[in-house]
C-alpha cells in the first residue's frame, strides 16, 4: 500500500547543521515566548516574530552556513507553512524544516504543498512531521484521537503521503486503512523529489513509525550514551524493514570564547526565573502524553524551584537541563567554551547523529556566537557537510 521511499538524501557522514526560526516570538529568557512573567530583573524585551525579525534570523542562519531552519507548530506560533513561504524570499539558499500536525490535513494535500513549495522555492523544503503528545492541545484543533491512535494515523499518513508523490502517471495510488481513504490520487513532485521526512517521538508507537516511515529520527538531547541505545535499537527496527535510518538531535547551545563565560551567561538565565514560573511550568508539562517530554522533565526533577548555579543542572559534562526548568520540548543546552561545544558535538556525532537542529537565546545573537565560535571549529576539523540545495 505504501512507498517506503527510502530516500537518504543527506547521509554523508558529516554533520548537518541547522537552526530554530522562533515564529513564536523571541527575547533573552529561556521560554523565548511572548510570556515573559517568568523573568525577574532581565534586561531586554519580548521581540515579536515579524517577517523583518525571522528575516533577520534566517539570513543570520544562512549566514553561518546552517543548512536549514526548524519551525514549530501549534496554535500559540505562526504557521509554519506561510511564514517560511514568505522568509523564502528573504534568503537564497536555506532550506526551510516545516513542522506540521500530520491529523489536521490531507496527506494528499501536504504532498501537493510540498511539490508546490519545492518549485516555488528551488528545492528547499523539508518535512517535520509532529504527531502531538499533548491532547488538550490536539483537542482544540478538534482531534481527539489517544497517544497510540494518533501515531497509528501517522503512519499512514506518510504511507500516502510517498505514495501519492511516487505514483506514476497512469498509475493514480489509492489506499484504504483505519484512518485514510484515499481513491486514485497523485501529485507530481517533479523536477523535485519528495522532501526528507524528519520525524520524533519516544514512545514504541512512535519508534515503531520511525522505523517504517521517516528519513531522519529526532531526539530530544539526552546524554549521549542513552540516545546511543536509542540509536541502535532504531537501526534494527528500521534494518528489518528493509530500510535505512538517518539521526538527528534537537539541542539548545551556549557557545563562548571560554568556558567560564559560557556557564555565566547560563548562571544569568537562570537567575532572571521565578520560582512560580517553574512550579506552573512543571505543573503543566506533566500533563503531557509525550515519552520525551517526561524524559526532558526527568533530567531536572530531583531540583525543587531554581537551583543556584547553573553547573547544579548539569546532567553530562558540557550538556545543561536548565532550559527544561520553564519549557516544553527540548530541554537541554550544550554550554561550553567554543572548542567544548564542539567536542560535544563531536561525541554526538560519533553516537550516530549526522542532523544538529540547534538554537539559543536570543535566536539572532546566538546564531552568529555559535556560527562564529563553534561551527567554525567544527568545519576547521573537517566535519562539517558542505553547504547546498
Request: aromatic fraction near 8%.
Given at each position: ?14 554533520i ?33 516574530p ?46 526551510f ?16 504543498q ?30 481527539h484521537?489517544?497517544h497510540?491512535a ?15 508523490s ?25 523536477p ?7 520525524f ?54 551556549i ?38 517530554q517526561a ?71 546566538e ?5 562564529e ?6 568545519r ?10
Amino acid at each position: 500500500m505504501s512507498n517506503q521511499g527510502n530516500t537518504n538524501k543527506t547521509s554523508t557522514g558529516r554533520i548537518h547543521l541547522h537552526w530554530y526560526l522562533p515564529t513564536n516570538g523571541d527575547s533573552r529568557g529561556l521560554t523565548g515566548s511572548g510570556n515573559d512573567s517568568h523573568l525577574v530583573g532581565a534586561s531586554g524585551g519580548f521581540r515579536a516574530p515579524t517577517r523583518a525579525y525571522l528575516a533577520e534570523v534566517a539570513r543570520a542562519a544562512e549566514a553561518q552556513g546552517f543548512h536549514a531552519v526548524l519551525t514549530p507548530t501549534g496554535t500559540w506560533c505562526e504557521d509554519a507553512w506561510i511564514a517560511t513561504a514568505a522568509l523564502s524570499a528573504d534568503t537564497e539558499r536555506l532550506k526551510f524544516l516545516v513542522a506540521f500536525r500530520p491529523g489536521l490535513i490531507s496527506p494528499t494535500l501536504v504532498a501537493h504543498q510540498a511539490a508546490s513549495f519545492q518549485r516555488m522555492t528551488g528545492g528547499r523544503l523539508l518535512l517535520n512531521v509532529v504527531t502531538g503528545g499533548d491532547r488538550y492541545e490536539q483537542a482544540r484543533f478538534g482531534d481527539h484521537l489517544d497517544h497510540d491512535a494518533r501515531y497509528a494515523r501517522t503512519e499512514e499518513f506518510l504511507a500516502v503521503v510517498r505514495g501519492v508523490s511516487a505514483a506514476p502517471a497512469d498509475q493514480p495510488f489509492s489506499y484504504q486503512g483505519a484512518h485514510f481513504d484515499i481513491r486514485e490520487a497523485r501529485i507530481d513532485p517533479a523536477p523535485y523529489a519528495l522532501p526528507e521526512i524528519f520525524f520524533g517521538g519516544a514512545s514504541p508507537a512512535a519508534e515503531a513509525v520511525a522505523a517504517a516511515q521517516a528519513d531522519v529520527a529526532l531526539s530530544w538531547g539526552q546524554p549521549p550514551e542513552i540516545e546511543a541505545a536509542r540509536i541502535a535499537r532504531l537501526r534494527a527496527a528500521a534494518s528489518a524493514k528493509g530500510r535505512k535510518l538517518n539521526f538527528g538531535i534537537r539541542l539548545h547551545v551556549i557557545s563562548r570564547d571560554t568556558e567560564a563565560e559560557a556557564w555565566a551567561v547560563a548562571d544569568k538565565l537562570l537567575s532572571w526565573l521565578d520560582p512560580e514560573a517553574v512550579k506552573s511550568a512543571r505543573s503543566l508539562l506533566a500533563k503531557s502524553e509525550s515519552v520525551a517530554q517526561a524524559q526532558m522533565s526527568a533530567l531536572h526533577q530531583s531540583h525543587e524551584g531554581v537551583p543556584r548555579s547553573a553547573r547544579e543542572l548539569e546532567i553530562y559534562p558540557g550538556l545543561w537541563s536548565g532550559f527544561g526548568l520553564v519549557r516544553g520540548g527540548a530541554g537541554t543546552a550544550i554550554v561550553g567554551s567554543h572548542a567544548q561545544v564542539a567536542d560535544l558535538i563531536e561525541t554526538y556525532h560519533r553516537t550516530g547523529f549526522d542532523h544538529f537542529i540547534l538554537s539559543g537565546q536570543p535566536h539572532l545573537e546566538e546564531a552568529w556566537h555559535f556560527g562564529e565560535g563553534a561551527a567554525a571549529v567544527l568545519r576547521a576539523r573537517g566535519l562539517l557537510a558542505p553547504v547546498t540545495l
